[in-house]
């Protein structure tokens, strides 16, 4: 099964970057993702198999023990690929926190050979798929409002015609520090 290990978004945090999506769409011409869709991934795995599952989410209890909560703070816009056909995301300001649960959690899957993709890390958000980006600058955006994410989440990855559709198989809570039922 296709899988990745992400923090999911508060609520207020997703409906703002529901609401900066919108925006954008107006100058934007690509496929905007779901507001359901939108997390920021620690580590991609890919195809994996139940024991594969199992070690990624040993990796996750054993790791996310010492892990705080993730300061949410945007940081501008930028995009993958070329701007005809790019991946449009919104960044998120590097902090301590994230930091101290994603080097961590990639060395625990490694440690249990886990294979992820292990391009460098920068902390997203897709907005948007084959996007069509203006030549010119874009008008002022609203960005949203700071937040702290809390959910670590092991979602398995459906790929569908409109899209990816994604379904939880494991949560940790990072406040509480321990798993959250589904």
Same mark, same amino acid.
């Given at each position: ?52 599952? @199992?070690?990624?989410?040993? =990796?996750?209890?054993?790791?996310? %023990? &010492?892990? +705080?909560?993730? /300061? #949410? ?49 920068? @902390?997203?958000?897709?907005? =948007?798929?084959?996007?069509?980006? %203006? &030549?010119? +600058?874009?008008? /002022? #955006? ?41």
């Amino acid at each position: 099964m296709r899988t990745f290990i992400a923090l999911e978004l508060p609520d207020g945090f997703a409906a703002d970057v529901a609401a900066l999506a919108r925006q954008l769409s107006a100058e934007v011409e690509g496929r905007f993702m779901r507001r359901e869709s939108y997390h920021l991934t620690l580590a991609f795995l890919g195809d994996v198999d139940e024991a594969e599952l @199992a070690s990624a989410i040993a =990796a996750i209890e054993d790791t996310c %023990p &010492s892990c +705080s909560p993730v /300061p #949410l703070r945007a940081d501008g816009l930028g995009k993958f690929g070329r701007s005809s056909d790019a991946t449009l995301w919104l960044g998120i300001a590097p902090n301590p926190e994230l930091d101290d649960l994603v080097y961590p959690l990639r060395d625990a899957l490694v440690d249990r050979g886990v294979d992820f993709d292990e391009k460098t890390f920068k @902390a997203h958000i897709t907005l =948007a798929r084959r996007a069509k980006l %203006p &030549s010119g +600058s874009l008008p /002022p #955006l609203e960005f949203p409002r700071d937040d702290s994410a809390t959910c670590i989440t092991v979602f398995k990855s459906t790929l569908e015609k409109d899209g990816a559709v994604y379904k939880p198989l494991f949560r940790y809570d990072l406040e509480a520090h321990r798993a959250l039922p589904l």
